[in-house]
């Protein structure tokens, strides 16, 4: 069965430092991946998109990698701030039945201490 | 503000009862989504959109109707509440699925139902 797995233990790193979140998916051919942040109480918000065929984005202090063979992304926020802080979300589509409906990761929150 | 708009924010009701919860864009995007939260689950599709006129079912549609009344609005019924559709209700749009999105999707901020 198709599945994606985001470490549901909360990622907790000192202020400054580079956190590193894992999406790991299964039985998915995705044509691209994204991730999002959700802040409690509110609706997830989008940050970075990448493609089947790209292996880095960056944006800001964000980078995102994606390995198609690992099955695997990567999520990067470097520098940490305590406003980081929060749960991240990644999402794929699986293109092989001509659909683009994404499906999401459960999250992993992310907690920097100052 | 640019974005998705839900309504209501909060709501209780008791097992049996029917109401509908509203949802409507202004970026002009041809798709829309219904979304359920709850704790450990993640995001679940309920129901989508993808252009006026269209409606297809998602992941868990069962107990629930939409109507995507135009291309601003997507709303979502529950024609007989159940304690198991106490959850986070998220409505979202995109643009065109194709050729591939590339600014993901967007988010209404949440009703949060509670059915007794």
């Known amino acids: 069965s198709q599945k994606i797995e985001q470490n549901s233990e909360a990622l907790n790193i000192q202020e400054g430092k580079t956190a590193t979140l894992t999406c790991n998916y299964t039985?998915?051919?995705?044509?691209?991946l994204q991730w999002y942040r959700q802040d409690p109480g509110r609706g997830p918000v989008f940050l970075l998109l990448i493609r089947e065929n790209e292996k880095e984005k960056r944006k800001e202090r964000l980078k995102v990698t994606f390995d198609t063979t690992l099955k695997q992304s990567l999520f990067h926020i470097t520098a940490s701030q305590p406003a980081d802080s929060a749960t991240y979300l990644c999402a794929l589509d699986d293109s092989t039945g001509g659909s683009y409906i994404p499906t999401f990761g459960r999250g992993t929150s992310l907690i920097v201490h100052p | 503000n640019a974005g998705v708009t839900q309504t209501p924010k909060f709501q209780v009701l008791k097992t049996g009862q029917s109401m509908t919860l509203q949802c409507a864009q202004d970026?002009?995007?041809?798709?829309m989504y219904w979304y359920r939260q709850d704790p450990g689950m993640g995001l679940r599709l309920i129901y989508y959109?993808?252009?006026?006129?269209?409606?297809d079912k998602g992941e868990v549609p069962n107990g629930y109707n939409v109507s995507r009344l135009n291309k601003r609005e997507f709303s979502l019924r529950l024609e007989s509440a159940a304690p198991s559709q106490t959850s986070v209700y998220f409505c979202a749009s995109s643009e065109d699925r194709a050729p591939l999105p590339i600014y993901g999707y967007t988010f209404g901020s949440g009703t949060r139902l509670t059915v007794v």
């Open positions: 039985n998915y051919s995705p044509a691209y």
């Open positions: 959109s993808a252009s006026e006129g269209t409606t």
């Open positions: 970026m002009n995007h041809n798709s």
